[in-house]
């Protein structure tokens, strides 16, 4: 590296700035204690760890911007709440899951590195500090919070904190909700140990008996009950407008039941109570090749969830030592998983309270727009498909078009078949509706349910039982690989010949998060597209062994390889001189391969832009190595999932949109699809809205620095910071506004 490269390279370190009291600094810097190697050599060892930042750390920082939003006062306070449940819940995840793992590694003695170079014993060691950190941070935050949303109206108290009014509407609760359910299980020599169920929330009770004898005893929090146990209002102050608002009170529903500890065991003396929490790994291998019936197998894995191995212990930070030395040997668990925290524990459960009717404590409202070309339904629908591609920017457009899609497919007497993969489809979902009424009008019905979606199995079972009763042909996908393209076809008589209409998008047919989660779908009858979702059907369904598709690009059969080669095709275009840009916009790049090919499209010269919400392995902005790479991360209110893949090819640019984040499991271990946008109409709007847009956000991105670390992209001086997510729901509902008075002459 020359002596100019050096000094910028230190300078970008010492210079590094960590921004306002909203930062999390022991989050935002986790690089080597090596800077990354020289990378200016004609050859680059691209396996050299100090390329690479860590995925588990990266999945922590990914939390920690969320917790950012919950503390930034621009946010309306029940929107500061959400976010503070949201980075509880994810933190809740990343133990189940990848701490689950990583103990599973070093208890069968792994010792091979990530591509960063830490192995498993060291990656562990460093989330549990990260992540004990931001927990504690996450309480500051609730603290904080608190008196704003009192002076607010949605006041959220202590047990001694109540007055006699509300001890008295407290115990009223108590009396004819809480006490009925409760079981309290004592542990003695006659009486065993009891079970801890994941992420359940419990008191452990000491008691005095009559002999003076110490007992000890476990009580559950029911999970049935709301964590906030809601008060009777009462008027608030008048507002500006004239109106009085209610004040809501709520107290925490543990310790109402730790004040009335003496109604379940009476003739006993209180001697100190205290709640504790677990977690367990939920990431069970399911052995397909082993499993006569998958549905079964699926089955007993959620349930052995519940009792799986113990990841993590959270106790409230007043916990005597006899308490906590009794549960760690009962749990017999790893001192180093005990987390101890201020009250309240499982502030996931915080939620409950966006539920308060005060929208003037939310983000207005938005409502979707309905491009006037999707509000066509049955045969207009398909003429207008066969004129034209359509592609729909959830949750900005409207999700109905393709609950519409199906419904209209079902009804249309043509239709002879519809085939289509489910992920997480939710409760009550109107698209399964559609599949069930195809079904009652004789039409032909295959879906592939992927059971092993990770917390939605439950629901999927139910609905692969309830289509199945119906006489839908239901598959569970490949043995060892989950199914996570999104993809609906509809085969259609027109005339003599068959059409295909096929749906290809980014996100779940889930109407419920199409409202919460940034998302593209594209509406097609290319009878290349029509052909090679008819053969991945098969593929899927069948003994197909498809190894080519004209268009599609299907993991892992053909992703990688066309991926890949497109990257370079893009590096030869520099190189050659011609234009070439990279834009990349999804939720983790992890990948060694992509990212070592990236690093060398930036050392040819190809300017990269990556918007990547969360996991982003690659170090940006490393001179001679990554100069012209910059990434971002949104973090606002929608969850940024849509996957755009744009190349600039030399001045004709091609663009891929799909299923497949950037990750080996993506790629090499899952049924994923990209496909193509093909019409030019629609490349330009992918560039030049959706993705320069998100690029010149100034308001909820964070640029990655070439150590890990987030800071605020701030705007240029003297102009006001641009919130992409509020630029789309303005451009959309401007767009409402012109349709709607367009059709009433208004």
């Known amino acids: 590296m020359d002596d100019g490269a050096t000094t910028a390279f230190e300078d970008q370190r010492r210079d590094h700035p960590v921004n306002g009291a909203a930062s999390l600094p022991f989050l935002l ?32 920082a990914f939390n920690a911007r969320v917790l950012e939003e919950a503390d930034d006062p621009n946010n309306p306070l029940l929107e500061r709440v959400k976010f503070l449940a949201i980075t509880e819940s994810n933190t809740d995840e990343l133990f189940m899951v990848r701490v689950a793992g990583l103990k599973q590694q070093v208890e069968a003695g792994v010792l091979s590195e990530s591509p960063d170079g830490l192995s498993p014993a060291e990656q562990l060691a460093a989330v ?58 004592a542990f003695d020599p006659s009486r ?157 459960d915080l939620m409950g309270l966006y539920g308060v009717d005060r929208h003037d404590l939310k983000d207005p409202p938005f409502v979707p727009f309905v491009p006037p070309s999707m509000e066509l339904t049955g045969a207009r629908m398909f003429e207008l498909l066969r004129r034209q591609d359509s592609l729909l920017h959830h ?33 009550n979902s109107p698209v399964v509706g559609a599949l069930l009424d195809a079904r009652e009008q004789g039409k032909q019905v295959a879906v ?13 079972i139910e609905w692969a039982r309830r289509l199945e009763a119906e006489g839908v042909h239901v598959i569970y996908g490949l043995l060892g690989l989950k199914t996570h393209a999104k993809m609906a076809l509809v085969v259609r008589k027109e005339g003599e010949s068959i059409r295909r209409y096929v749906h290809l998008g980014t996100g779940n047919y889930n109407h419920a998060t199409a409202g919460l989660y940034t998302d593209l779908g594209l509406f097609t009858c ?19 062994a498809a190894h080519r598709f004209r268009k599609l690009l299907v993991a892992p059969i053909n992703l990688r390889s066309r991926f890949e080669a497109m990257i370079r095709r893009e590096i030869e275009h520099s190189q050659a001189g011609r234009p070439a840009h990279l834009i990349f916009k999804c939720n983790s790049l992890v990948d060694p391969g992509v990212i070592a090919l990236l690093y060398a499209a930036s050392r040819a010269g190809v300017r990269i832009d990556l918007v990547i919400r969360g996991i982003c392995c690659l170090r940006p902005g ?23 893949f744009y190349f600039e090819n030399g001045g004709q640019p091609q663009a891929y949109v799909g299923s497949a984040d950037l990750m080996p499991r993506n790629i090499d ?15 330009a709007r992918l560039r030049n809205e959706l993705l320069d847009v998100a690029l010149a956000d100034t308001a909820k991105a964070r640029e990655l620095r070439y150590n890990g670390s987030y800071v605020r992209v701030q705007p240029a001086a003297g102009s006001e910071p641009f919130n992409s997510q509020e630029w789309f729901m303005r451009n959309r509902n401007a767009a409402a506004r012109r349709h709607t008075a367009s059709r009433y002459r208004l």
């Not at 020289?38 to 999945?59: F, H, I, K």
């Not at 271990?669 to 490349?683: A, G, M, Q, S």
């Open 29 to 60: 810097a986790y690089a080597p204690e090596t800077e990354p190697a020289d990378p200016a050599a004609e050859m680059l060892d691209l396996d050299d760890p100090t390329y690479y930042l860590n995925r588990e750390l990266g999945q922590v």
């Open 128 to 185: 549990r500090k990260a992540s004990y950190k931001l927990l504690k941070a996450a309480r500051v935050t609730w603290q904080e919070l608190k008196p704003a949303l009192a002076q607010a109206g949605v006041i959220v108290l202590d047990h001694a904190e109540l007055n006699d009014k509300q001890r008295a509407s407290a115990e009223s609760s108590f009396d004819e909700l809480i006490f009925p359910v409760l079981t309290p299980l």
């Open 192 to 348: 065993p140990f009891p079970h801890i169920s994941n992420l359940s929330l419990n008191l452990a009770v000491v008691v005095r008996d009559s002999a003076g004898e110490l007992r000890f005893a476990r009580l559950k929090v029911p999970a049935s009950l709301p964590r906030l146990v809601p008060l009777k209002r009462s008027s608030g102050s008048v507002r500006r407008d004239g109106t009085v608002p209610h004040n809501h009170y709520f107290v925490w529903l543990e310790q109402l039941i730790a004040a009335h500890l003496d109604r379940l065991f009476p003739g006993m003396e209180i001697v100190e109570s205290h709640a504790f929490r677990v977690t367990r790994d939920a990431d069970n291998a399911i052995q397909d090749l082993e499993a006569d019936d998958l549905l079964e197998t699926i089955e007993q894995s959620v349930r052995e969830r519940r009792f799986a191995n113990l990841v993590r212990l959270e106790v409230d930070a007043t916990m005597s030592d006899e308490i906590l030395e009794l549960l760690v040997t009962e749990l017999e668990m790893d001192p180093l998983d005990i987390y101890a925290l201020d009250a309240p524990l499982g502030l996931s």
């Open 395 to 427: 949750p900005y457009d409207a999700f109905a078009p393709v609950v519409g899609f199906l419904r209209s497919a079902a009804a249309d007497p043509d239709v002879l078949a519809i085939k289509q993969t489910l992920y997480r489809v939710g409760r």
């Open 448 to 460: 592939v349910v992927e059971l092993k979606a990770r917390f939605d199995e439950e629901s999927n």
């Open 526 to 544: 290319d009878p290349d597209i029509g052909a090679d979702a008819s053969e991945l059907f098969n593929h899927l369904t069948g003994y197909s």
């Open 622 to 644: 490393v001179p001679g190595l990554s100069d012209t790479i910059r990434v971002i991360s949104i973090v606002g209110r929608f969850l940024e999932h849509s996957r755009i």
């Open 669 to 683: 271990r899952r049924v994923e699809v990209l496909f193509p946008v093909e019409d030019p109409t629609l490349i």
